[in-house]
């Protein structure tokens, strides 16, 4: 097995499930946790609805252990667009507290599907209520919790005015923020700047890279000054995650070979220039 990066970099399966709403890859998540293995991460964040069979606290436990890899996170991503969870949502979410209790230190990251960017003001506060909400909920039980905004133009959570509005309403008691470089900067903001300005809420870390052609890029081939973020980091004490989520058009046609190439560019281009 390939030796482990250093520090906590671990990698999320959505650089698997982007290809044709996962359904390709749909109940390989055991597949992913081998290849992620193989790479050199340390740690997995799976998305709570795509799990299958390993959604069962044993199962997935198991093959964690096989492969020496830890719950890093999970995704909980739902589409949180009325005043308050539906009883689905909050059955779901319950679902998913419950599970990483079995997994001490793994954190619950919420994130809303993107549904348009109709009632901005109104559905902003929504959703800040329902995260904060579900972060109560989750804490109470032993488990943390870290919001992650993202930017399609469908998204409510993508511009500076967004970030704003919703970091600033977060209870900090309960909830964190999950800053995803990627998304900031397709967002038309600075990653490092913006984590500077609200660096007090950063319990969790999302690395993926983006060109603007017409967004993302294969980690190590874009405009993402990761080094300089990762630094940074370094230099703050982070003790946290660092979990990679490639979106590069690779991922669409070999999602094995991409994360395989983003736990290599870190060992060998991106460790051994920090400081």
């Known amino acids: ?148 905004p993202n930017s399609p133009h469908t998204s409510i959570t993508r511009t500076e005015e967004d970030y704003r509005v919703i970091l600033e309403s977060l209870d900090s008691s309960v909830t964190g923020w999950t800053p995803d470089v990627g998304h900031i900067i397709n967002g038309g903001m600075d990653p490092l700047e913006k984590m500077k300005e609200y660096a007090s809420l950063i319990n969790h870390m999302h690395y993926k890279d983006w060109d603007g052609e017409p967004e993302f890029a294969l980690m190590g081939k874009g405009k993402v000054d990761l080094l300089t973020i990762t630094q940074w980091l370094k230099d703050q004490n982070y003790t946290g995650w660092i979990v990679c989520e490639d979106e590069g058009k690779e991922a669409l046609q070999d999602p094995d070979a991409v994360t395989l190439h983003d736990a290599r560019w870190i060992r060998e281009e991106l460790v051994p220039q920090l400081k």
Not at 39 to 53: K, L, T
Not at 99 to 127: E, S
């Open 1 to 148: 097995m390939t030796q482990k990066l250093p520090f906590r970099f671990g990698s999320e399966v959505y650089t698997w499930f982007m290809n044709n709403d996962g359904l390709t890859y749909e109940g390989q998540l055991g597949h992913m946790i081998e290849v992620i293995a193989e790479a050199g991460f340390s740690g997995i964040q799976p998305i709570y609805s795509w799990m299958g069979e390993l959604s069962d606290a044993d199962r997935l436990e198991a093959k964690l252990k096989e492969q020496d890899i830890e719950l890093a996170a999970l995704s909980l991503a739902m589409d949180w667009n009325g005043a308050e969870e539906t009883e689905e949502e909050r059955a779901e979410a319950d679902q998913a507290i419950s599970l990483l209790q079995r997994f001490p230190g793994a954190i619950l990251c919420t994130v809303q599907k993107p549904t348009g960017r109709h009632d901005l003001v109104a559905r902003r506060q929504n959703l800040v209520n329902i995260v904060n909400s579900i972060s109560r909920r989750a804490v109470e039980k032993g488990v943390s919790c870290s919001f992650h």
